[in-house]
């Protein structure tokens, strides 16, 4: 089996782990610095696209609260994820209580965190 090694991190960023995709495919996802205030989800992809990265999809959101929740206020962060069943909504990750659901993407706020991937 392959040890993966932890890519170097700048100032601020925290490893957060691998991850495996449906194919077999692994990449690395770091958790980028800095907050973001409410906004609307295309808000937040904007935001997080600025500083070089993306929001975390849910996978990667379930991780961080396992083992990265204090780096969150306890409020809802939106996921990269459109809602499969409605594309006008997305999925959120709450990091008061552990709690993913779904909401509508223009009408509701949620603050975000950023992350960036990278290949294995």
């Not at 008061?96 to 975000?112: E, F, I, L, P, W």
């Amino acid at each position: 089996m392959q040890q993966l090694s932890i890519p170097p991190l700048a100032e601020g960023e925290i490893y957060v782990g691998a991850v495996g995709d449906k194919n077999g495919d692994f990449y690395h996802v770091v958790l980028l610095p800095g907050d973001n205030e409410e906004a609307s989800w295309a808000k937040q992809l904007e935001w997080a696209k600025s500083i070089g990265g993306d929001l975390p999809n849910r996978v990667e959101q379930a991780m961080l609260w396992e083992n990265h929740r204090d780096q969150f206020k306890e409020d809802w962060y939106w996921s990269n994820e459109s809602y499969h069943r409605n594309d006008a909504y997305a999925w959120f990750q709450g990091f008061d209580d552990g709690y993913q659901n779904y909401d509508r993407k223009v009408s509701n706020d949620c603050r975000a965190r950023a992350v960036r991937r990278l290949s294995i």
